[in-house]
């Protein structure tokens, strides 16, 4: 491993169901709380998909950025509540919508032109 990621790295996996879910982190964290942090990354996950699958994030992995970015921001673990990050998800979900719906008829009265 290290070939790959360079020297004072770690590797931590784990089966959910089918899907397999790999954290690749530095040797300054702890295994037991990346396990931990990938718990809460599944859990919320299920909460957002209701029972997740692999379909569920090939087609959504926007959405997975979004949840993971929700949970870990700039290598530091912002919220393990995973209601809180749900909550927060849908709030920019909604935002999104919103936004989109504003964007389309602007477009399409502009091309009309």
């Known amino acids: 491993?290290?070939?790959?990621?360079?020297?004072?790295?770690r590797l931590v996996y784990k089966t959910f169901a089918t899907l397999y879910f790999v954290f690749v982190f530095?040797?300054?964290?702890?295994?037991?709380?990346?396990?931990?942090?990938?718990?809460?990354?599944?859990?919320t996950l299920d909460k957002?998909?209701?029972?997740?699958c692999e379909l569920d994030i090939v087609f959504n992995f926007n959405k997975v950025h979004t949840i993971l970015d929700e949970i870990i921001l700039g290598g530091q673990v912002l919220e393990?509540?995973?209601s809180e990050v749900v909550r927060a998800v849908d709030e920019i979900s909604?935002?999104?919508?919103?936004?989109n719906s504003i964007m389309l008829p602007s477009i399409s009265s502009w091309s009309s032109r």
């Open 48 to 52: 957002c998909f209701h029972n997740v």
């Open 80 to 82: 393990t509540n995973s």
């Open 94 to 99: 909604k935002m999104e919508r919103t936004a």
């Open 26 to 43: 530095d040797g300054s964290e702890n295994e037991l709380a990346v396990l931990d942090l990938m718990q809460v990354f599944v859990g």
């Open 1 to 9: 491993m290290d070939s790959l990621f360079g020297p004072d790295v």
